[in-house]
């Protein structure tokens, strides 16, 4: 059985170029990797779903915090069974955001820490009642906010695309990044790792602190 990992962060934190990065050098290794992301865009309904609320194309589902949670947990609980099959292919399984980023989210909008009731209902919700993968490692890109912000801009611009409703909320980002900080403290569900993304990522040490002891 393969190992799931997940890079969290902020919108612009980097995380796709550490999952390339960590994927090219496990398969380097000789490791067998899948990789994917939530929301799955354009292959699940829920994910559409997300992204025309986040657009103000669902009038006020977005005032709901528990009912856009909701759509994004229904999103992980219809890629249940493929990551299962993925965990049973291959060695490392390695998504871009997961539940943790619901939890966080979700919690930074309501103004509540890690420790609060919605990171909970979370965890009981998805976990618990879904039944969904629980992961084996997770890793906080932490990047400043203002950093993350730039970055996020940045790709946008080059994407030609919006920023959404979350994404251009600098104080809902700065709160989100607190309660990711506390979720890592308190090892939320998993091992966490703090990867400062503001410096080069020494991906081999990655490998050899959390891979290295890992049967394929």
Known sequence: ????VVIEGLDGAGKRTLAKALTDALTARGRKVATGA????DEDVHADLVRDALHGRLGDLTDSVHGMAVLYALDRR???DRLRQELADHDV???DRYVASNAAYGAARLRQGADGAFVEWVRAFEVDRFGVPVPDLQLLLRVPRAVAADRAAHRESAERRERDLYESDDDLQGRCA??????????W???WEVVDGTAEVRVEGL???HFTHWTP
Not at 1 to 4: A, D, E, I
Not at 178 to 187: E, F, K, N, Q, T
Request: hydrophobic fraction near 50%; charge should be positive.
């Open 1 to 4: 059985m393969g190992k799931l």
């Open 38 to 41: 939530f929301p799955r865009y």
């Open 78 to 80: 219809g890629a249940a």
């Open 93 to 95: 399984v390695l998504l």
């Open 178 to 187: 607190s309660v990711y900080d506390g979720l890592a403290a308190a090892h």
């Open 189 to 191: 569900l998993s091992p």
């Open 207 to 209: 490998l050899d602190r």
